[in-house]
């Protein structure tokens, strides 16, 4: 996740201590509960299933996030790890829900992590785990050392369903991006290749990209995939993840108001499917995951009636309406549930073979100016958004 020359954290996991990212998948040609095997349900799948009830799939990430973090500020999220998982529970109402979770070669699959997917696993979830390349000290560049430790990770977790390797390795400019290390592309090509080999029956490996203009560079990071990695490549590749926050991040030119999220959407997902995918070998039938999106709303703490902002939080305020071009008092809850409406018309529409969308976060921070991204606000209440969410999981979701 991005923004003003940064990209946002997501790091090591435990319930409640991930950037949320709500997953719903576009596009399953399976409607049961049961767990199949998630690679024979995706491909191919589009556009029939969209075109009935049920071929949605929903999940969340616990966790919250505040910009206040790049203003050297104090954050104190919820991180109530028991609140978190009631409400997964309740906005999954019995569907199908994964949860996108984050683990790094520099930390290792640590206890947390494992208690993690063990607690969601019991409460009938699924997780969609991120395996990023941030290498331990004096192994920046090791690309072969990373996929040893991705095939090694991938052997240990036989419940989690989808790996999703390297977390936006196109993004150089931040260390919350695995493109700031030396060779992410090699350790994407790598780490991919090696995961499939050792993946059981029913795990998708794949990996994602951060939404960028459609430029000289971008086509460039898809060229240098297929050429690293080939057909060996192209063959192991389970799904293609985008991050992509119309709106807010990319596209901005187009995206001032919620009007033109939908088109935003659908176009980007295009651009996707239709001229970069195919640069790296990637077909038709390699399903698009949304990895992350989201719509945040940027109400300062006067408007909701507590205490004055301070200095530091008006400061956080100028920046961030300078940043989106437009008052963050338009920005309220009830037009994030009308953008996240927007954003599923277009991924609905799109006819792209869209299989998951993940939305970021589910509990705002305690911030105040910055800190809206949650289905949920910090004391847990539900937002509009939830609500609207809860909605399309009873409609598409399958049983």
Request: glycine share 10%.
């Amino acid at each position: 996740m991005r923004g003003v020359g940064v990209t946002w954290a997501r790091v090591n996991v435990g319930i409640g201590q991930v950037a949320l990212v709500l997953v719903f998948a576009v596009g399953l040609a399976c409607c049961s509960s049961e767990k199949v095997g998630l690679e024979s349900t995706f491909k191919g799948c589009w556009p029939g299933c969209s075109e009935r009830a049920g071929g949605l799939r929903f999940g969340v990430i616990p966790s919250d996030f505040s910009m206040g973090k790049y203003l050297g500020l104090s954050i104190s999220g919820p991180n109530d790890s028991k609140r978190s998982l009631e409400t997964i529970k309740q906005l999954a109402n019995g569907h199908p829900f994964y949860v996108h979770l984050y683990a790094s070669w520099a930390t290792g699959i640590t206890k947390g992590l494992q208690k993690s997917i063990s607690t969601y696993e019991k409460n009938g979830l699924y997780v969609n785990l991120a395996l990023r390349y941030v290498p331990p000290p004096n192994e920046n560049g090791d690309t072969s050392g990373f996929a040893k430790w991705v095939k090694q990770a991938v052997l240990e977790l036989p419940n989690v369903q989808i790996f999703q390797v390297t977390n936006e390795a196109n993004v150089g400019s931040s260390t919350d991006s695995d493109g700031y290390y030396k060779d992410a592309s090699q350790a994407l090509v790598y780490g991919v290749v090696d995961a499939r080999k050792v993946a059981r029956p029913g795990q998708l490996v794949g990996f994602n990209w951060a939404y960028s203009p459609d430029d000289a560079q971008t086509e460039s990071f898809w060229s240098i995939l297929r050429s690293k990695g080939g057909a060996n490549f192209s063959n192991s590749v389970g799904f293609v993840g985008i991050d992509l926050y119309p709106g807010t991040y990319f596209p901005v030119a187009t995206s001032q108001g919620v009007d033109s999220l939908e088109g935003d959407t659908s176009q980007a997902l295009a651009t996707l499917r239709n001229k970069l995918m195919p640069l790296a070998g990637l077909g038709s039938k390699v399903p698009i995951f949304i990895q992350e999106t989201s719509w945040p709303d940027f109400i300062p703490p006067s408007v909701s009636g507590t205490e004055p902002p301070t200095s530091p939080q008006i400061t956080a305020s100028k920046l961030i309406s300078h940043f989106l071009g437009e008052q963050i008092y338009s920005r309220t809850p009830a037009r994030q549930a009308e953008a996240f409406r927007d954003i599923m018309a277009g991924v609905i529409n799109s006819r792209s073979n869209i299989a998951l969308v993940d939305w970021f976060d589910l509990v705002d921070a305690q911030m105040g100016p910055g800190d809206g991204w949650g289905l949920v606000t910090s004391s847990y209440q539900p937002k509009p958004v939830f609500w609207a969410m809860k909605v399309e999981v009873a409609r598409y979701g399958t049983n």
